[in-house]
């Protein structure tokens, strides 16, 4: 069922979209819903769900005020299996310090791999993999649990033992699936990055944890040209002293290096896997911030804090099940990878495309969903945009039927974006555009099969997530904005950061503005009807004459003129107690910025948010500096535009151009630049 977006006589906005009555009787979420009222107390649904917003606003409201109750309720929904049994829910409720599940023990790859012992799904595929050229080739259930025994049996053979650490410089093919799952059942505490990341970047993240094992491929294939990753194998052995084993994955036909293990000689034989019954609280993985000051931090989640929320956020938010084709576009460097392979512990089958995101086109991935049977497809908020920039049709020129929803994650959708979605992929498609981080790897609010979808917000803060809006005082609020906080611990946060003894880097990183809640470092809005808005961050928020407003806000305004491929807005605070908002501009080929382009763009910022937030200049630019992982770089940049050096602003391994960073630290030098190669720059 679906509305168009308009508003009443009250200004009360419409739906872009709402699920119908059959839709969210079907979900898992109401299913869970009316279980749980029945067994733990929850307040009991609607008989006829004519408020599903009420419903899930009680349901919420319980599973945040009765944690120890709802996160039971979970383990038992998900029949979630403890070999031996917890002796509390929630030993410990303060942050950072929380205590799940005490006594406790279980295993997450064996909850991953539970559909492998039903003979009636054995033959299905647990994994298609697609790339760039080939068909999807499925890895059945049986396969996957066949090799996952073998290589974890090969991992002991080398004496890992749990707590070891073992690592993959491996693309998104599924032997790093493989390889994560046997990890997990030795106990070993998985780490991984994407070959695209050069060897300073891999050390800078692999030399802190000192893994025993590393599984590595030879090379990659990324826009239709071939990688070869050799040399910086050969680096990364060579600097990581702590080496038991390397196996090789000869992705490029490569031979194998002297003295490495050859993957198919590893799995060519199928071995019922050994799960170690491990603590609630066990390391599963560490995964990496962007890193963009510093080290990046080395943050370590829990075998069972991981496998609770990933069973409710998949299974519930996202209403996977057995019948399930998951899709979403990532790499093995960003956490969305592991987000994505934990679809197996609700049964589905897991698609990994390992490719670039527009080769042959644009519409690649779009093409992958036609071509897997997805029913949820994930992705970022910048391919959506992308598409729409690049006149793609995806609802024309695919058959796009199996799929119920496109989720978006990495940046805010723009309202433009949902509305292509809604008008260019299926009128009646439910759009999920989620928020959360890689500190928690998983979403603070997002999914939430049984509510309508509002242009340019989320629908609704996760169960069991009490999220919150903090003024600067530390006071709740709504319908205004505020600093993301989440007042009470979830099971995936951090059970600590690696190499931080006394946890003053972990305490630092969320707690030390407001001790006892977690601040995450965005701006947020809850609005009074329970949806969500995310303003971007709020250590590089816009704030002019009191009046805040997140870059998103910005870049989502400027983005629509064709003329702009992208843009950088910075705030800088200035000595003299002023504020210099430059807004850098990076344009499509063709175009210049001249006088009637800078009008249009102050034009729209004046009329389309606010008039205190037009940049005091519009600078263009060779180009915008990211993250390895696809982030604008703002904080670094505002950093140098405050006079710091490149080489305390910015881990310039962290960046995926280092030159453009020096390219803003000459202009912050003078407050002018060499000519960029496009045109010139303007005010």
Known sequence: MTTAAHSDSDHRPHPLWQPGADRIARSRLTAFHAWAAERHGAPAPAPVP???????????AWSVAELETFWRAVAEWFEVRFATPYERVLADASMPGARWFPGATLNYAEHALRAAEDPARADDPALLHVDEVQEPRPVSWAELRGQVGAVAAELRRLGVRPGDRVSGYVPNIPQAT???????AVGAVWTSCAPDFGARSVLDRFQQVEPVVLFTVD??????????????VTELRAELPSLRAVVHIPLLGTAAPESTLVWDDIVREPVEPVFEQLPFDHPLWVLYSSGTTGLPKAIVQSQGGILLEHLKQLGLHCDLGPDDRFF???????????????????????????????????AAQWRVAERTGTTLYGTSAAYVMACRKADVHPGRDFDLSAVKCVATTGSPLPPDGFRWIHDEVAEDMWIASVSGGTDVCSCFAGAVPTLPVYIGELQAPGLGTDLQAWDPRGESVVDEVGELIVARPMPSMPVRFWNDPDGSRYRDSYFEMFPGAWRHGDWITLTSRGTVIIHGRSDSTLNRQGVRMGSADIYEAVERLPEIRESLVIGVEQPDGGYWMPLFVHLAPGATLNEELLTRIKTTIRTQLSPRHVPDEVIEVPGVPHTLTGKRIEVPVKRLLQGTSLDKAVNPGSVDDVELLRYYERLAQGRSAPTPPAGPSGT
């Open 50 to 60: 004519d408020d599903p917003a009420a419903d899930y606003a009680a349901l919420h």
């Open 178 to 184: 493989v390889a994560l799952l046997a990890a997990a």
């Open 219 to 232: 090379g990659y294939r990324y826009g239709g040209k071939t990688h070869d990753r050799t040399a910086t």
């Open 328 to 362: 979403w576009y990532t790499s093995t460097g960003w956490m969305m990878w592991n987000f994505l392979v934990s679809g197996l512990l609700v049964g589905a089958t897991v698609v990994l495309y390992d490719g670039s995101p527009g080769y042959p086109d644009t």
